[in-house]
């Protein structure tokens, strides 16, 4: 069985710094898709990035030059380090993960951008 947990959330000021992680635990052999969404108050959950099992990323275009997906292979970890944070940054930060036509999700870590 595939789970997935984040960790790394918390509260930070505007222009801070965070790193999220994920542990993916279960076996996930073969091509995969491992990604970030969030979801904030009031709003519908969007995609931040992606990351193939090949390295091939995908950032949503107000991410991109701030945040950076990289995983892990060997210990199944999938990081996101955010940079430059904003308080519209704010939100619960989801886990993904598809493989074999199957969507997994993590149960979410909160971020909170502000002073």
């Known amino acids: 069985q595939v789970q997935l947990v984040e960790s790394g959330g918390g509260l930070v000021q505007p222009g801070g710094s965070l790193r999220l992680s994920c542990a993916v635990s279960g076996s996930i052999f073969g091509i995969n898709v491992m990604g970030w969404y969030r979801q904030a108050p009031g709003k519908q959950r969007e995609l931040v990035a992606a990351?193939?099992?090949?390295?091939?990323?995908n950032y949503a275009d107000s991410m991109k030059g701030r945040f950076t997906i990289s995983r892990e292979k060997n210990k199944n970890t999938l990081y996101l380090q955010m940079n430059s944070l904003k308080p519209e940054d704010t939100a619960v930060y989801y886990c993904?993960?598809?493989?074999?036509?199957?969507?997994?999700w993590g149960t979410g870590t909160l971020v909170t951008v502000s002073s």
């Open positions: 993904n993960l598809q493989h074999l036509g199957i969507m997994y």
């Open positions: 990351i193939s099992s090949g390295g091939t990323t």
